[in-house]
């Protein structure tokens, strides 16, 4: 796996506190030469997503986030196989700009779509599902930060024996060379740091679940962990360097979880 993305997988922090300077024009030339090649948007099920950089823009953040210098929007149509896409995609981008040294945060429920001036408008079936600012971090985080930090518990994750499994549920995965990967999948961030993504390995398959635990907000008109499940794949693409998707037929859903996709 490249080295410096490793790094950044264990490294990265959602940080919601900035100093407010500008990333260098370098350091943003590079993030819009990336946003620019197309082959850096390949994922599991070919999505069609955009990504606008707001240099100077604001996206309604109620404070939470303090001096953001700039943010990224990303832009997809509301389906299933797009959400699990723009978690594919956007984490990889998240990764390489928090490896040319700079911070960022997700943002879902954290932002008021109405503030946000994109440069092309949303088309009907468009939404925007994500925002990230871009920057560096403060040297001391905001008290909403540190709250926020604490109350989601955000810089702990399930152990390993909870979310993958060999052949069967409440057979952990053992293999000391597959665990030290999945360490990689287990630092994944997610929505109120839920950690919804189960694999359970079957030879050399490794099939992605969702737990039915994690639940939609009643008021979205998506279900946020779904897109969880893109970030993890990334990470376990990643890790593992296997990348050919496969929807399996007839795969067996154990209770309280949902079949997703399997990567071999
Ligand atoms: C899909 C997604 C949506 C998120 N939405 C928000 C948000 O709206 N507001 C916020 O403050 N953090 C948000 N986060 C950040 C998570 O709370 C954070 O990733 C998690 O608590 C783990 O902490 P860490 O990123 O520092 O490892 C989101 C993360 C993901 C992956």
New binding site residues.
């Given amino acids: 796996m490249n080295e410096k993305l490793k790094h950044a997988i264990l490294a990265?922090?959602?940080v919601?506190s900035y100093d407010g300077k500008m990333p260098s024009k370098e350091q943003t030339e590079q993030i819009k030469a990336y946003m620019a090649d197309r082959s850096n948007y390949a994922c599991p099920f070919g999505s069609s997503l955009r990504m606008e950089l707001l240099e100077h823009g604001n996206v309604g953040t109620r404070n939470?986030?303090k001096k953001p210098p700039m943010y990224v929007i990303v832009i997809i149509r509301n389906t299933r196989e797009s959400l699990i896409d723009a978690?594919y995609i956007f984490e990889r981008f998240i990764l390489f700009v928090e490896s040319l040294g700079l911070n960022t945060?997700?943002?879902?429920?954290?932002?008021q779509r109405e503030t946000v001036q994109l440069a092309e408008p949303l088309a009907e079936d468009e939404i925007m599902i994500?925002a990230s600012p871009i920057g560096f971090a403060a040297e001391k985080k905001s008290f909403v930060e540190k709250g926020?930090?604490w109350f989601?518990?955000?810089?702990k994750r399930k152990i390993l024996d909870e979310m993958f499994f060999d052949h069967s549920l409440g057979s952990p995965v053992k293999t000391p060379q597959v665990r030290e990967k999945l360490e990689y999948v287990r630092?994944a961030?997610?929505?109120?740091?839920a950690q919804p993504w189960r694999i359970i390995f079957e030879g050399e398959k490794a099939r992605f679940y969702i737990t039915t635990k994690a639940k939609a907000s009643r008021r979205a008109e998506y279900n946020?962990h779904i897109?969880?499940i893109g970030?993890a794949l990334c990470h376990y693409v990643l890790a593992f360097g296997h990348s050919s998707f496969i929807k399996e037929e007839n795969v067996p859903n154990p209770e309280e979880m949902n079949y997703i996709l399997t990567v071999e």
């Fill in positions: 990265r922090k959602s919601r939470v986030i978690g945060c997700y943002l879902n429920s954290g932002f994500l926020s930090r989601l518990k955000a810089g630092w961030p997610s929505a109120v740091n946020i897109l969880d970030i």
